[in-house]
């Protein structure tokens, strides 16, 4: 009989749902193949628990909230915050093994994340860094879109931007991403994936941006710094500058980023943090972060609605490729040099992977 | 491998529709993981075939009566009420083995009934005792749901009626039912749960009826009678009555019910029968009588979609529960004491199993 | 632990498509539980593909065409018509086993044909003779349906035409075609069954036609020629003519059908392949051919959208019978005499299968 293949960690911290997701009430939401139900409490702290009583194991998330405690909607069992059964119907001794487990879950970045594995692990300093999700020098917004794929092919997806020549070819799309060189390195949680391009046309999507933001309409010198962190959270800088003016460093890929001068330049954050729902499921969270016209509303919207675009293009493919793998088990993949930065990511989550089974 | 728990005895006559819902065409159902093709014959009588043509397995139900007897509606096979074949097309000689399966039927109470078992065993006398729904001191009406769940579930749905406090809220929950202590007797084939609840205001539901049944709106005595019946039939006396006019018996929950006098109150008994489809499927047939206003058929009309109301509340709650027990097939389940009932009626359906897998 | 069986040769021609459906744009199609793309190249041949990219088997068929060659929707690896791979992005040296599978492909008789099995096999004359479907002497329309069940169903469906007295009641049966005695004989790769039926009322679908196309109203001598030819085609010769004018050959289902002289009634040909999409579920083309009133197009109009009434009251049949076979997963059927062709017919595919394995 063949083991069924362990597809995350346990020992990290995931986006659940964005902060203004959760509110006085009950939100079931699955993550790494366990149904949980979430809330805030009265003091504004958010609670998440096992969604499923003790008793007769309906959802939680189908009671109610009586103050901080939660009412199963069967037979009115009620816990409270930590997942402590506090009360029992037609009883009055309580079972002492009654309760349901109670998840770590902490607010950063406007995201709620949460900790499936061992609690005592559950270190915050570990929360990747989003900050320009609301930070005031950023404009930012997105959405969370749930994806039926393995949450790995959507990391595979960002890593590797050449296939926006192929799969967004209306809007950031164009022959010079697939063409322009890149390098790949990476530390021992990360992985960068950069690649500049020099003197090229903006696609439609940049030719816009800088239009509006700098009323700019030449060639222009495009940038994409990738940024991988385990075991999945990618960080993109994007974005386009007047050709010439410093934007790519000297040296270009081989050179120094830190070198680069943007400021002639519109310039986006592509925020993605990727939950595994089910093994073949996921919930992407994505925000779009630009520090230029940061009042303008109407482009905020344009802007959400333009990425959330791309991103359904994306999901398209994304399903078309899970269904794919399904119908090919055990398919031994080849891997091209475009996947240099997906390797080295894959590789980061099967070594935290390899780490907790042999704990 | 684990082999398939088996979840229903096969040697018990299960409720396969309301009589007039048989007639002289043929209608196709589900019992005990069995597909079953039942149709009144000419003189009124009801048959009932395995619905599956010998022949190709094209189910009969596709097919048409022609007087008594069913013909295939692939190659026109003829089968008799008893399920032997009588003609086939283009040969004289019929094959000697040529026959679908024939099922005991009775029609009783306003049911028909099947027995899936042993045709041998097939006792028109166990048939459980549902009178009140023809009885014309009664005025009875309900309906068939079909749920997504096993059939125990139902059972113990039935078993504890604590949950109207959270499942029914808004008809004939109220705190009293989670609150009041209850007794559960058994017998060999019958368990029996009592509540008696002194004093009290009405909840809406009851409320209405006592109004609308002897014009009484002030405090009431209120009971729960249910009287389960191996394997699927649960009966209960239910009503409210002035209080303090003597339907509580002496002695309360330990008293004798026999000595409670509910003649100044309205009385309803709300039957039930519940037949396995499938292992995860159940065609629960229910019915509400009361002894009060019987000529009225509007307050038969309102109640028959009040309790149908009800009843969807139920049926939401089950299934959701069924999908969760899926996710856990393993789980061990904790009894409260609110579960007496059903553990005594789970009890005497697994000694009806297991006998029938020893012979 | 049980393997599952093979249901098709792969060593075989089977439609894929109607010739008009086949463009210069891809088309996706399951045929033999593989997922192919077709494309009319710009020369007008067809070509065929594995419909998975050989880098992260995306669907080529999500991709587009650039001339001759298939870009892939995901990361722009290119194929040629061959099925080799001819450009990668961001690389300049291609991987020697970037390839995808290619099919022989043959159009003939209206249908482009595949051969999913070895190559070196594919023998151009091993496709069936359809001719009527293109032959100026014949007027012919028809369809594709895909069904869900096991193509051999179909096969024994078109092999028994006594079923159409029971499903097609309102258009081609009538009692004489259960009754009718028939004869059955067998080539090395064909079966025919014949069935003369003489003096009768033509039932409605050939009331019309004989009245349309001779002006007649009589007695009609009726026939069915049915021959298969393995592994999934089915010719069918039917009609009427005015009776005792010939059509019934001297000695009827005993003579020579050589010595039929059936000139003076209406002729078609119903023109049958089907090919197994998946184990469950198949391609079914058909076509019906008239010698009579080839120019009316009205006609050609009503008889294709009559012809395809009588289908779907098959593929109703057809898919039940599935189902239940399903569930019956180890049921051992009876024949009768009426299933002497289908038997002839499920002996050849069986040895086709047979001959693959032992190779």
Same mark, same amino acid.
Request: charged share 15%; with cysteine; aromatic share 4%.
């Given at each position: 009989m063949k083991s069924k293949k362990i597809t995350?960690?346990?020992n990290a911290w995931y986006a659940i749902a964005y902060d203004v997701e959760v509110k006085h009430e009950l939100l079931a939401r699955t993550v790494c193949n366990q149904k949980i139900v979430i809330y805030r409490t009265e003091n504004g702290n958010v609670a998440a628990l096992? *969604?499923?009583?003790?008793? +007769?194991?309906?959802?939680? &998330?189908?009671g109610r909230l009586e103050g901080d405690e939660v009412v199963c909607g069967y037979h009115g069992l009620v816990y409270n915050a930590s997942g402590r059964c506090t009360h029992m119907p037609s @009883?009055?001794?309580? $079972?002492? &093994?009654a309760c349901v487990r109670s998840y770590p879950v902490f607010e950063k970045h406007r995201f709620v994340w949460i900790w499936p #594995? *061992?609690?005592?692990?559950?270190?915050? &300093?570990?929360?990747? *860094?989003?900050h320009w999700n609301h930070d005031p020098a950023w404009a930012a917004d997105g959405r969370l879109i749930t994806v039926k794929c393995d949450y790995r092919l959507v990391i595979d997806n960002l890593m590797d931007l050449t296939h926006e020549t192929f799969v967004h070819g209306s809007s950031i799309g164009q022959q010079a991403v697939a063409e322009a060189p890149f390098v790949a390195t990476h530390g021992e949680r990360t992985a960068t994936v950069t690649r500049w391009m020099e003197g090229i046309d903006a696609p439609p999507f940049w030719a816009g941006q800088i239009k509006q933001g700098l009323s700019y309409e030449g060639k222009v010198d495009r940038w994409q710094i990738i940024k991988f962190e385990a075991p999945c959270t990618v960080v993109i800088d994007v974005g386009v500058a007047e050709? #010439?003016? #410093?934007?790519?460093?000297? #040296?270009? $890929? @081989?050179? *120094?980023?830190?070198? &680069?001068? +943007?400021? +002639?330049g519109v310039n986006g954050y592509v925020l993605n943090t990727i939950t595994p729902a089910t093994d073949g499921t996921c919930h992407y969270f994505w925000a779009f972060a630009r $520090?230029?016209? @940061?009042?303008e509303q109407r482009m905020t919207h344009q802007l959400r609605e333009g990425v959330a675009h791309i991103f359904r293009e994306d999901e398209h493919v994304l399903e078309a490729q899970q269904v794919a793998m399904d119908e090919h088990p055990d398919h031994q993949f080849y891997n091209l040099n475009i996947d240099a930065g997906s390797m080295w990511a894959r590789r980061m989550i099967d070594n935290m992977i390899a780490k907790e089974q042999t704990i």
């Open positions: 995350f960690p346990l096992e *969604d499923a009583c003790w008793h +007769r194991l309906l959802p939680l &998330s189908m @009883q009055e001794t309580l $079972n002492p &093994s #594995g *061992d609690p005592a692990l559950a270190d915050e &300093s570990l929360i990747p *860094d989003l050709t #010439g003016t #410093g934007a790519i460093p000297p #040296g270009g $890929n @081989q050179g *120094d980023a830190s070198m &680069s001068n +943007r400021t +002639r $520090n230029y016209c @940061q009042a």
